[in-house]
Every structure is written in C-alpha cells, then in structure tokens.
C-alpha cells in the first residue's frame, strides 16, 4: 500500500477509503493488501462524468 501512496500522491487512509468504497480493486492476502497496476491506472483515468479541472 505504501508503493500505491507514493505513486499516486494519496495517503494510505485515502486509499484503503478507496478499496472500502469499491473505487479501488485490492486484493488481501494474510495482512497484506495487494492492488495491481491495472488497477492503479483505472483509479488515475480522468472521470468520464465531467468531474474535476
């Protein structure tokens, strides 16, 4: 999880936010939480909804 926080910019809270919610696919073995790239690249697409700058 620290690896995603420090590529995408978003804190751990945020990001485990993010898996709770649905918006970020995680996947958790023992205690670890593992996201895969493609996921990551989901998470950063820009909203097709017209949301943001």
């Known amino acids: ?3 995603v ?3 995408t910019g978003l804190g751990r809270t945020t990001l485990f ?3 709770k919610e ?3 696919q ?3 073995i023992d205690r670890r939480t ?3 790239h493609e996921a ?3 998470l950063l697409k820009p ?3 017209g949301e943001g700058a």
Do not use: C, P, W
């Open 1 to 3: 999880m620290a690896e």
């Open 5 to 7: 926080a420090a590529l």
């Open 17 to 19: 936010k993010l898996v």
């Open 22 to 24: 649905g918006r970020l």
């Open 26 to 28: 995680a996947t958790r």
């Open 34 to 36: 593992l996201i895969t």
């Open 40 to 42: 990551i690249v989901e």
């Open 47 to 49: 909203s097709e909804r």
